[in-house]
């Protein structure tokens, strides 16, 4: 009798369930890093903007960086809502309207005439699409498909963004200097629309969709039920988390990581090297190449992240990130040197390899709400990355130069440093959610 229920159930059990000799997970990683890199189009732009804005429309490098800061603080404040809305929604949906609502912000601008219009079109409508497509979707396509091997696929797919970068910056650039600001607008937009077929064809929200398990699980795991309250949930989950110490020490940390590589590099590196006499094209390529080294760093530190301790590896990260800010003011000239060339290697190896640990950490700390909670983690990130966008135009306006910038980003990633080390190991606890 024994025999016969097994036998029943055995003829029951999906097809589909047994592993093929590539995993479904990899395609869906694949197609989230396309999709990643597609996205990253847009993030490529704004550096190259202002001094064309300040040209053409003479508004001050504040001003426009403000707008750039309005989108990278709504890049990082979206994400945790964007978190719980695929939990209810599901990935492919919120990917797909994200993408839109960035071809739609990025297309208008070439129509405006007024700072409140960058604002609006870039700072907000760009910042909110981005905001979805951050890294808490990584984290999530990582969660839900993978058990093993997840934090080289954090490596992998947070280096989507830098490989977005490595395409599109060169390409930019040369249409901003030679034609002019708007094709290269207009080509943001065409391309994150060109993604979203690719998303909604072949990405899936969960292994159970195609009746598999999730890669290295010893057991098949049903799709949960759409998890209603997306907003509340959100909410009451940062409300847990700010009661624990780790939180505080990984949004600092990560706060410092924006406010050191989206603020402050991808920002104001090509206006700074241009006020040395170095040509556009020339600095868009640096940055450039910083892409080509960050997808190796980061791969790396994920691979690192599954055998070392991830607080050991995020110190490390940001001391070494520390001084080589501290050598840049020295080292920006009209024409690209080798010592130019040993920080563009340097910084792309470090640039986000604290993605891995971080998320690590966020794992380790706060189990199955990880994700909602590095999508809060990773706001912090966005808003150091906001102040610095704003403040450094600002400096540029009051002082002339860059110097201070980079010299007090060098300080606070020492500071960022000494935060990661003091944060205290323990057992996967997730944070208590209402029902």
């Known amino acids: 009798m024994t025999q016969t229920t097994e036998a029943i159930a055995a003829a029951q059990e999906p097809k589909s369930r047994r592993s093929p000799r590539i995993h479904r997970a990899w395609f869906v990683a694949a197609v989230t890093f396309v999709?990643?890199?597609?996205?990253?189009a847009f993030r490529s732009l704004p550096g190259l903007l202002i001094d064309p804005l300040h040209q053409e429309f003479g508004?001050?490098?504040?001003?426009?960086?403000?707008?750039?800061?309005?989108?990278?603080?709504?890049?990082?404040?979206?994400?945790?809502?964007?978190?719980?809305?695929?939990?209810?929604?599901?990935?492919?949906?919120?990917?797909?309207?994200a993408l839109t609502v960035i071809a739609v912000g990025s297309g208008l601008t070439v129509w405006m005439t007024a700072a409140w219009q960058l604002m609006l079109c870039w700072g907000l409508l760009v910042g909110l699409g981005s905001g979805s497509m951050a890294l808490a979707f990584a984290a999530t396509v990582t969660n839900r498909w993978f058990t093993t091997r997840r934090g080289l696929v954090s490596g992998i797919l947070t280096a989507a963004s830098a490989s977005g970068q490595l395409?599109?910056?060169?390409?930019?650039?040369?249409?901003?200097?030679?034609?002019?600001?708007?094709?290269?607008?207009?080509?943001?937009?065409?391309?994150?629309?060109?993604?979203?077929?690719?998303?909604?064809?072949?990405?899936?929200?969960?292994?159970?969709?195609?009746?598999?398990?999730?890669?290295g699980a010893e057991e098949f795991v049903p799709k949960?039920?759409?998890?209603?309250?997306?907003?509340?949930?959100?909410?009451?989950?940062?409300?847990s988390a700010v009661r624990t110490g780790p939180f505080w020490l990984l949004a600092g940390t990560f706060a410092i990581c924006g406010a050191s590589t989206n603020g402050l590099i991808q920002t104001h590196f090509v206006p700074a090297a241009h006020d040395h006499g170095m040509p556009v094209t020339a600095a868009a390529s640096l940055l450039a190449v910083i892409g080509v080294f960050d997808v190796a760093g980061t791969i790396a530190s994920g691979w690192f992240t599954d055998r070392f301790e991830p607080r050991r590896l995020l110190a490390v990260y940001y001391a070494l990130r520390g001084i080589s800010l501290l050598f840049l003011p020295m080292l920006l000239a009209p024409s690209v040197h080798p010592p130019m060339i040993f920080f563009i290697v340097f910084y792309g190896l470090d640039w986000v390899a604290t993605v891995p640990p971080t998320l690590a950490l966020c794992r380790e700390q706060y189990g199955?709400?990880?994700?909602?909670?590095?999508?809060?983690?990773l706001a912090s990130h966005q808003v150091g990355a906001a102040l610095?966008?704003?403040?450094?135009g600002v400096a540029r306006d009051v002082f002339?130069?860059?110097?201070?910038?980079?010299?007090?980003?060098?300080?606070?990633?020492?500071?960022?440093a000494l935060m990661a080390l003091v944060i205290r190991r323990r057992a996967a606890v997730p944070v208590a959610v209402a029902a």
């Open 35 to 40: 999709t990643i890199t597609g996205a990253a």
């Open 400 to 416: 002339g130069s860059y110097d201070m910038v980079w010299y007090a980003s060098g300080a606070l990633c020492a500071a960022a």
């Open 59 to 97: 508004w001050s490098r504040g001003t426009i960086g403000a707008a750039v800061s309005v989108n990278l603080a709504l890049y990082g404040l979206t994400a945790p809502f964007a978190a719980a809305l695929m939990d209810r929604f599901g990935i492919r949906r919120v990917v797909a309207v």
């Open 167 to 215: 395409i599109f910056l060169p390409l930019l650039s040369w249409m901003v200097e030679t034609y002019d600001w708007r094709p290269a607008a207009v080509t943001v937009s065409l391309t994150a629309l060109a993604v979203v077929p690719f998303v909604w064809l072949l990405l899936r929200d969960h292994p159970a969709d195609v009746g598999q398990k999730p890669y």
């Open 368 to 377: 199955e709400d990880s994700a909602i909670v590095f999508g809060w983690v």
């Open 224 to 239: 949960p039920e759409p998890v209603t309250g997306a907003a509340r949930r959100t909410v009451t989950v940062l409300l």
């Open 388 to 392: 610095v966008a704003f403040l450094g």
